[in-house]
Structure formats: structure tokens, C-alpha cells
């Protein structure tokens, strides 16, 4: 964690005034909002060019549910979204399931979502980041873990 010395009138700081020392963590990319309510966060990771993913559950929404969630979160706060429909993950036991998912966009940063399962819960990973390429392929994650696992 990096620390920061923060004068908020502007003015240089005179010998002997005390500062303000604020702990400020890495920049991280914005994502709209958390998951849904009910949801489990089953993994996280971070990737290569600054992207963040994780992975989730949740017993009470469907996949679709669960991009149209997120799809009006993105809305509402000004993020535009250039992918909407079919997609998903396609993995059984915890990888999820045909489904479907959404990409968006908001000043130089990527999301995505992809949602699906084979019953109840449905699997929904998220992804978020400045490098479109990664945030685009966020469901290769689950499918390079799937593979690893014996899934």
C-alpha cells in the first residue's frame, strides 16, 4: 500500500504543519458495482494489463438475471455497452453453462460479464481493466482453470 501526503487548501505546507498521510491502494480499474445480492465470490484474480476477474455464484437469479443486473448498473452509471446476448461460460460442476453476457465500456475501461450454469446456481465470472483483448476473453480464465482442475 502507497501512502500519500495530501494538502487539501493547496498551499504548501508550512515547517512544523502537520499533514494528513492517507493509505491509498493501487489503482485498481472501476467496475460498475458489486454482484448481486445472494451472490458468492468463489475466486479472484488479477491478470495481466491491469485486469481484474472473479468468479461468483448465486442460487437465486438466472444468468440472464444476472446480465440484466449488471446491464442496468452499466447504464445507469454512463458506461456503454458494445456486446449484449449470448455467450457464457460452458463448463459443468462450478464453471457455469451456456448462459449469456454483456461487455461495456466507460473512459478507457472494459467490463465484462458472462453468466450461465447447467441448474441451480448459476456461474458468473467478471472481468474489468484497460486492455480490451483480456476483459474480452475474461471466460478463458474459468475454461484455462476448468481444464487444470479435471472439470
Request: charged share 10%; aromatic share 8%.
Amino acid at each position: 500500500m502507497m501512502s500519500r501526503i495530501i494538502n487539501t487548501s493547496g498551499a504548501a505546507l508550512a515547517a512544523g504543519t502537520a499533514a494528513v498521510i492517507l493509505a491509498v491502494p493501487a489503482i485498481a480499474a472501476p467496475t460498475p458495482s458489486g454482484p448481486p445480492s445472494g451472490s458468492q465470490k468463489l475466486q479472484t484474480k488479477a491478470l495481466a494489463g491491469g485486469v481484474n476477474y472473479a468468479r461468483y455464484s448465486n442460487a437465486k437469479m438466472t444468468p440472464t438475471q444476472i446480465v440484466n443486473y449488471y446491464q442496468s448498473q452499466l447504464r445507469s452509471q454512463g458506461w456503454k455497452t458494445v456486446n449484449e446476448g449470448g455467450g457464457g461460460s460452458g463448463w459443468s460442476s462450478g464453471w457455469g453453462g451456456g448462459g449469456g453476457g454483456l461487455t461495456a465500456i466507460k473512459t478507457g475501461t472494459y467490463f465484462s460479464v458472462n453468466a450461465g450454469g447447467d441448474g441451480t446456481p448459476t456461474y458468473f465470472e467478471v472481468c474489468s481493466g484497460p486492455n480490451s483483448q483480456i476483459v474480452d476473453n475474461c471466460q478463458n480464465v474459468s475454461q484455462n482453470a476448468s481444464n487444470t482442475s479435471g472439470s
